[in-house]
T-cell receptor
Framework: GEDVEQSLFLSVREGDSSVINCTYT??????LYWYKQEPGAGLQLLTY?????DMKQDQRLTVLLNKKDKHLSLRIADTQTGDSAIYFC?????????????FGTGTQLKVEL | DAMVIQNPRYQVTQFGKPVTLSCSQT?????MYWYQQKSSQAPKLLFH???????NEADTPDNFQSRRPNTSFCFLDIRSPGLGDAAMYLC??????????FGPGTRLLVL
């Protein structure tokens, strides 16, 4: 089946930029998503990018997509302690039907003072 | 605010005792999903309803069932919960194949 990989942990200092990376295997991907999950909570949609785009910016968030390498990244500028959470990358493609999201394992972001 | 609501937020049940988790939405989305998320893992899709059509994932155990009596509500029934079914259960909704929006989740504990 399709696969989505993320590094497990990232630690940054408050005020620095964070970059969370994701790689995927589905060549039929149409949309790619970033969700944030705080402890004991559901998944909050942060942003998404259509597969024919290579960049999307939304306030402190910048998403970069390299479709050739199947690599997605999320950059958080001026990282704050409130950004500490698990970040899931997810891709939606035609494999398995158009409704199926394949999630990565999640990256735990820790923001230190 | 339009949203996805899950009740209860925490559910304790006994081994083998049937339990039902509920999800409702005010987004008027036609697709509703149930995911299981175990500790430190990614959410795993159990099944989804596309309008009234039920779509089960191939590896979802028979112990898990779902009902969708109307557009707004969807239920997850666990017929005989085992210790391995303790997890966070997430409901999500979407309009057709568009972006999925998640509820806050129900954490299930099996004693």
């Amino acid at each position: 089946g399709e696969d989505v990989e993320q590094s497990l942990f990232l630690s940054v200092r408050e005020g620095d930029s964070s970059v969370i990376n994701c790689t995927y295997t589905d060549s039929s991907s149409t949309y790619l998503y970033w969700y944030k999950q705080e402890p004991g909570a559901g998944l909050q949609l942060l942003t998404y990018i259509f597969s024919n785009m290579d960049m999307k910016q939304d306030q402190r968030l910048t998403v970069l997509l390299n479709k050739k390498d199947k690599h997605l990244s999320l950059r958080i500028a001026d990282t704050q302690t409130g950004d500490s959470a698990i970040y899931f990358c997810a891709e939606k493609g035609l494999t398995g039907g158009g409704n199926k999201l394949t999630f990565g394992t999640g990256t735990q972001l820790k923001v230190e003072l | 605010d339009a949203m996805v609501i899950q009740n209860p937020r925490y559910q304790v049940t006994q081994f083998g005792k049937p339990v039902t988790l509920s999800c409702s939405q005010t987004l008027n989305h036609n697709v509703m999903y149930w995911y299981q998320q175990k500790s430190s893992q990614a959410p795993k899709l159990l099944f989804h309803y596309y309008d009234k059509d039920f779509n089960n994932e191939a590896d979802t155990p028979d112990n898990f069932q779902s009902r969708r009596p109307n557009t707004s509500f969807c239920f997850l029934d666990i017929r005989s919960p085992g210790l391995g079914d303790a997890a966070m259960y997430l409901c999500a909704t979407s309009r057709d194949e568009e972006t999925q929006y998640f509820g806050p989740g129900t954490r299930l504990l099996v004693l």
